[in-house]
């Protein structure tokens, strides 16, 4: 199987920073990468599908980047309804894996 | 709007059989290109997917579970269902289903990611 690692586990941050997500794979995986965002008690929603495309009605400070095995995650300006865990997932085969999380948290 | 909602027991005894079922509306199953898909996450963990299926029933499994996993569909009920069997304390999870979106590529073939899931439901084992 693809393992995906992503750093750091848990991000302190101040509403309007830029924070930054990375996701590496174990092995390439081209652009299949997606994004989530999970908030406690709720389903995870998708922000992010091939690495880069932003999906419908996300706000556009969501961005992310990378191809083969290294990806990111990036917020512009970080805002108070985007303290949540987000989670990378790749999609390179019928075997489908998940990062390990990364809890945004208020500094 | 598509639509997935689980349902199924919330208590399961240990090394009983597990069974979910995700109905979904506002799209049809039988008619669709897509996957459909279960995940689960265990309190205070990450996901995990734990397989999928096509309208025609072609299915995948994750590997680690494949020998007590069992996904099937009905299309007639625009539903598809999960069963795990033999649990015990680490299958305590939410369970959610989700929809799979493919994207094809010229050269790799199809991709397919979870655009929309459901709400999740919690499932414990415990006698």
């Known amino acids: 199987d693809i393992q995906m690692t992503q750093s750091p586990s848990t991000l302190s941050a101040s509403v309007g920073d830029r924070v930054t997500i990375t996701c590496r794979a174990s092995q390439s995986i081209s652009s299949w990468l997606a994004w989530y965002q999970q908030k406690p008690g709720k389903a995870p929603k998708l922000l992010i599908y091939k690495a880069s495309s932003l999906e419908s009605g996300v706000p556009s400070r969501f961005s992310g980047s990378g191809s083969g095995t290294e990806f990111t995650l990036t917020i512009s300006s970080l805002q108070p309804d985007d303290f949540a865990t987000y989670y990378c997932?790749?999609?390179?085969?019928?075997?489908?894996?998940f990062g390990q999380g990364t809890k945004v948290e208020i500094k | 709007q598509l639509q997935l909602q689980e349902s199924g027991p919330g208590l399961v005894k240990p090394s009983e059989t597990l069974s979910l079922t995700c109905t979904v509306s506002?799209?049809?199953?039988?008619?669709?290109?897509?996957?459909w898909g279960w995940i689960r996450q265990p309190p205070g963990k990450g996901l995990e997917w734990i397989g999928s299926?096509?309208?025609?029933?072609?299915?995948y499994y994750n590997p680690s579970l494949k020998s007590r996993v069992t996904i099937s569909v009905d299309a007639s009920k625009n539903q598809f269902s999960l069963k795990v069997s033999s649990v015990t304390a680490a299958d305590t999870a939410v369970y959610y289903c989700a929809r799979q979106k493919p994207y094809y590529d010229i050269l790799t073939g199809t991709h397919y990611y979870m655009d929309v899931w459901g709400k999740g439901t919690t499932v414990t084992v415990s006698s």
């Open positions: 506002g799209d049809s199953i039988s008619s669709s290109n897509f996957y």
């Open positions: 299926i096509y309208h025609s029933g072609s299915t």
């Open positions: 997932q790749q999609y390179n085969s019928y075997w489908w894996t």
